[in-house]
């Protein structure tokens, strides 16, 4: 791939968490705990975001579910040309998680002001990671993550809803 950088001790690094999820989910399913470790390893967030994204910890956001309506997000940019990354904007991420953070005290409107300014600054695909994330629907983006959880030491998590195929019936005329 080009948008990964490899230094010499042989580990993927990534500008964006959605490339490194999408690196570690291409390989068979024998390689996908040891790629995710490869990246956790290079990026702190990682851990938190599985961690939140399926469930294994409850965190009240305080925001509406998915992406505001009013989020103007650009979506004919290329990956790696984001303004921002996830990565980068871990800290202010994190203030909505924490209950004791200033960001719990603000009213709903400058709350969501604010995760808007973040989900703006980031890629659309991160944006995309980041709302599934927040509304812990994290294996419905990546359905594969289900299959290693135990591995990762995750046993109780939120199992995604399993959608029912809809059935559309034909009217017969008399």
Same mark, same amino acid.
Do not use: C, G
């Given at each position: 791939m080009t948008d990964t950088i490899t230094d010499p001790s042989g580990k993927t690094k990534f500008r964006q968490i959605n490339e490194a999820f999408d690196w570690v989910f291409e390989a068979p399913k024998s390689e996908h705990v040891a790629r995710l470790k490869t990246v956790a390893?290079? $990026?702190? /967030? &990682? &851990?938190?975001f599985v961690r939140w994204g399926v469930g294994a910890e /409850? *965190?009240? #956001?305080?925001l509406p579910f998915g992406i505001p309506e009013a989020t103007k997000l650009k979506n004919d940019i290329p990956d790696d040309m984001g303004e921002s990354t996830l990565t980068l904007e871990f800290r202010r991420i !994190? +203030?909505? /998680?924490?209950? %004791? +953070?200033?960001?719990?005290? =603000?009213? @709903? #409107? !400058?709350? @969501?002001? $604010? #995760?808007? %300014? *973040?989900i703006e600054g980031v890629h659309?695909?991160?944006?995309?990671?980041? /709302?599934?994330? !927040?509304? &812990?629907? =994290?294996?419905? =983006?990546y359905p594969k993550l289900e299959g290693i959880l135990e591995d990762l030491g995750i046993t109780e998590y939120v199992k995604p809803k399993k959608k029912r195929k809809t059935v559309k019936v034909k009217k017969t005329a008399k």
């Open positions: 390893a290079k $990026n702190q /967030t &990682v &851990v938190p /409850t *965190i009240d #956001w305080k !994190k +203030s909505f /998680t924490d209950p %004791s +953070s200033n960001m719990a005290n =603000l009213p @709903e #409107w !400058k709350r @969501e002001m $604010n #995760w808007m %300014s *973040i659309h695909k991160e944006a995309d990671f980041l /709302t599934a994330v !927040k509304d &812990v629907e =994290l294996l419905n =983006l």
